[in-house]
C-alpha cells in the first residue's frame, strides 16, 4: 500500500509564500478598499516581488477570489458522492450542514475576520463581476454530475444545475446581509434553516422530473 508523503521543503515554502501574500493582500484591501491598494503595495506588504505576486496569482482579483476556489465543484462533488439520497437531497443537508457548522460558504458567520472579508468581496463591483465566473464554473461542474445521476439531457441538467446554484448563492447572500447588519448567526440559525427548506421545497417542486 503506497503511502503518500508529505510536502517537500520546497513546497512548503511555496505554500507559505502564497499564504503570506493572500493575507497582506485581504489585510490592505480590508483596511483600504480594493481599489486604493496597488499590486506593487502588496508586494511590498508581503516582502516579495511582483514578479514573484503574479507567479502566485496571476491577477489582483485572484488574491482574494482564490479563496473560493477550493468550493467551485463543491456542489458537484456532494452530489458524486451522495448515498442513497436524490441529488437534492444530498444537496439540501450538505447546505443545512454547513449552517450548523457555520460554514462561511453559507453566509452564516459572524467572525469578523470574515464579515470583513464577506463585505470586501461583495461590496467591491470588480471582485462581484469576477465571481460569476466561478458561479459558471460551479453550474457546468454541478450539471456534468446530475446528467450522470440522472440520465437527463444536457440541457434539462444546465437549467437545473442553474437553477440550484443561484438558490445556493440567495441563501448565503442573505444570510450574510443579516449578520452585516448587525444579527448574530446564533440568531440567525433557525430563520436560515426554514429559507434553505422552502428554497429546495420550491426547487423539488420545480425540478421533480430531473433531479427531485
Known sequence: MAVMSEPGLRERKKQRTRQAISDAAIRLFVERGFDAVSVAEVAAAAEVSKPTLFNYFPTKEDLVLHRFADHVDESAR???ERAENSPLDALHRH??????ERDPITGLCDAQEVLAFSGLVYGTP???ARLSQFADRSTRALAGELRTATGADALTCLLAAGQ???VLRLLALENHRLLAEGRSADERHADAV???DRGFDL???GLAACCG
Open 78 to 80: 456532494v452530489v458524486r
Open 194 to 196: 426554514r429559507e434553505a
Open 126 to 128: 470588480a471582485l462581484v
Open 203 to 205: 426547487l423539488r417542486t
Open 95 to 100: 447546505f443545512v450542514a454547513g449552517l450548523r
Open 164 to 166: 440550484i446554484t443561484t
